[in-house]
């Protein structure tokens, strides 16, 4: 099996973890104390964990370092705007559309050499 493929699904699923770790407890627990919502927070990464270790160690066989940090960052704000406009209901803003396009700007410089 392809290593970029993988490490970019295994990555996508580890950000959906990560993205609730670290931002549904605005919603859900945010009447409660900090610390219930940390240790909620650290019971959900555990699994973005066991996702994202191999997913970079996978991907690592392929790409560089920096290669794979842009490749997160592009995952992380693709499951982050859609998170936090449906699941916390924020509102959807021009700016998550710029923010993409430097993104884009990102993965050429990383990538350039591949294309």
């Known amino acids: ?3 970029v493929p993988t490490s970019i ?4 699923c580890s950000n959906v973890f990560m993205t609730f770790a670290w931002y549904a407890h605005l919603k859900e627990l945010n009447n409660k104390p900090w610390i219930v919502a940390a240790l909620a ?3 959900i990464a555990l699994f973005e ?7 970079n ?3 690592y066989t392929a790409l560089s370092v920096g290669q794979l940090k842009i ?3 592009v995952i992380t704000l693709s ?9 916390l209901k924020e509102p959807l803003k021009l700016d998550y559309l710029w923010a993409g396009l ?3 700007g990102a993965v050429y410089f990383m990538f350039r050499k591949n294309l």
Not at 9 to 12: D, M, Y
Not at 49 to 55: E, G, H, I, R, T
């Open 71 to 73: 490749m997160q960052e």
């Open 102 to 104: 430097c993104m884009v």
């Open 1 to 3: 099996m392809n290593p």
């Open 9 to 12: 699904l295994l990555l996508t």
């Open 57 to 59: 160690r996978i991907g």
């Open 41 to 43: 927070s650290w019971s």
């Open 49 to 55: 964990y066991l996702l994202q270790v191999p997913a």
């Open 79 to 87: 499951v982050f705007v859609p998170f936090s406009v449906w699941y």
